[in-house]
């Protein structure tokens, strides 16, 4: 979890790692040549744009874990050689200092008790730091080896026959994509990444004007009707869809609205990707496999 920093040591480990991430940020160049957006880049690591932009400000950060260090470094294609000093600021530690196993030990756990139980007690402490240090190793020995460490995709489903569900309560990708297509048929709405009940009311109004069942819920049915062709040259929201599903896919993609030919590249790629005819166009069958990835 991220922690908001306080003592004088946090706040310049917290300054040191934003501006190291910052760097990484301004200096990454994506398909067509520019760096991502905030908006595209927090989606892509699953923090929301306020957190990301705190990640990122040596004047106001917010000190990232060690995990999303890692996610960024290989979404914005860092130096290999920063990736090691990242992680242990992101502990709470200088480059130049190895993590010892009291470092990473809680404050009230480092003060043996003396007495009775001495013995016993000094012995699980050294069970303790051992196997800390082990931990620290490995993890050492994957930086050094593997150098970076790859977002995790979600897996492929080649050929997909079968539309999600996506109804109220939910919070993911496949709710911008319903929100995105529903404005670009003309329905006003906020496109939040909430099924909440003002989308769930632009649904079933959207079905009654097509005769399907108004239940509020984008399935089998619902979905064919919803989804829109798009193509190289079309602007508007089924394209932002098509763009944040890319990143959802692994593919990245900054999410701008409009189909460029770097988009193209990208959906050519995925379609390739899930067995499917690279066109570069999004028809239903790829949208299918898009919403299905």
């Known amino acids: 979890m991220a922690e908001a920093l306080g003592d004088g040591t946090g ?16 200096n990454s160049v994506q398909a067509g040549g520019r760096k991502p957006t905030q908006e595209a880049l927090a989606r892509q690591i699953g923090v929301t744009q306020a957190t990301l932009s705190r990640y990122l400000s040596p004047a106001h950060p917010l000190m990232a874990p060690a995990d999303t260090v890692r996610v960024l470094h290989a979404a914005l294609g860092a130096p290999p050689e920063e990736l ?19 470092a990473l030990m809680p404050a009230r756990k480092r003060r043996l008790p003396e007495g009775r139980g001495a013995r016993r007690n000094l012995a699980i402490a050294a069970m303790m730091a051992v196997a800390l240090i082990a931990v620290w190793s490995v993890g050492r020995t994957v930086l050094e080896t593997g150098r970076t460490v790859k977002p995790v995709a979600a897996p492929a489903h080649p050929n997909a026959t079968q539309w999600p569900l996506v109804r109220k309560g939910e919070t993911s990708s496949l709710t911008w994509t319903v929100q995105r297509l529903l404005k670009a048929h003309h329905h006003r709405l906020r496109t939040d990444g909430i099924f909440g009940s ?53 593919q990245p993609s900054d999410i701008t609205g409009v189909y460029t030919a770097a988009t193209q590249r990208m959906v050519r790629s995925f379609q390739r990707q899930q067995g499917l005819p690279d066109t570069g166009a999004v028809d239903e069958k790829t949208w299918l496999s898009l919403t299905s990835t």
Do not use: Y
């Open 84 to 102: 090691e000093k990242a992680v242990a600021l992101a502990c709470g530690v200088r480059s130049e200092q190895r993590p010892t196993a009291s």
């Open 11 to 26: 706040d310049s480990l917290g300054r040191e790692l934003s501006s190291l991430l910052r760097a990484w940020w301004e």
């Open 198 to 250: 003002e989308t769930r009311a632009q649904v079933i109004a959207f079905q009654k004007k097509r005769g399907l069942q108004p239940d509020g819920k984008v399935g089998k049915d619902t979905w064919p009707m919803l989804v829109l062709p798009a193509s190289p040259g079309d602007t508007g929201p089924q394209v932002e869809a098509v763009q944040d599903l890319l990143h959802r896919a692994g």
